[in-house]
Nanobody, 118 residues
Framework: QVQLVESGGGLVQPGGSLRLSCAAS????????MGWHRQAPGKQRELVAH???????NYADSVKGRFTISRDNSKNTVYLQMNSLKTDDTAGYYC????????????WGQGTQVTVSS
């Protein structure tokens, strides 16, 4: 079975940094676009960043310049480096593998909590 397992979340002060990891098993991620989404209480889930199989990245305006998404296909892992964290970044962060329409399904991890507070 396919699993995506996030790690690296926690409590951090404003201005601090965290690095999230998403380790995949049961599937090789190298052919798929990978992404990070987040959802705060009472708000809709939003795209934070994604990275294509060719390494092309895209970021939400709210995190551009502060967050960096990367991938290591040899380790079957995707990362999200988060710097200059703000209280508004507080949310559950979820890893996503984009499937191929009509050919392969998409997958989601269980999420990891990031709390930014002084």
């Amino acid at each position: 079975q396919v699993q995506l397992v996030e790690s690296g979340g926690g409590l951090v002060q404003p201005g601090g940094s965290l690095r999230l990891s998403c380790a995949a098993s049961g599937i090789h991620i190298n052919f798929y676009r990978m992404g990070w989404h987040r959802q705060a209480p009472g708000k809709q889930r939003e795209l934070v960043a994604h990275i294509t199989s060719a390494g092309i990245t895209n970021y939400a305006d709210s995190v551009k310049g502060r967050f960096t998404i990367s991938r290591d296909n040899s380790k079957n892992t995707v990362y999200l480096q988060m710097n200059s964290l703000k209280t508004d970044d507080t949310a559950g962060y979820y890893c996503n593998l984009d499937g191929i329409p009509w050919a392969a399904p998409s997958y989601w991890g269980q999420g990891t909590q990031v709390t930014v507070s002084s």
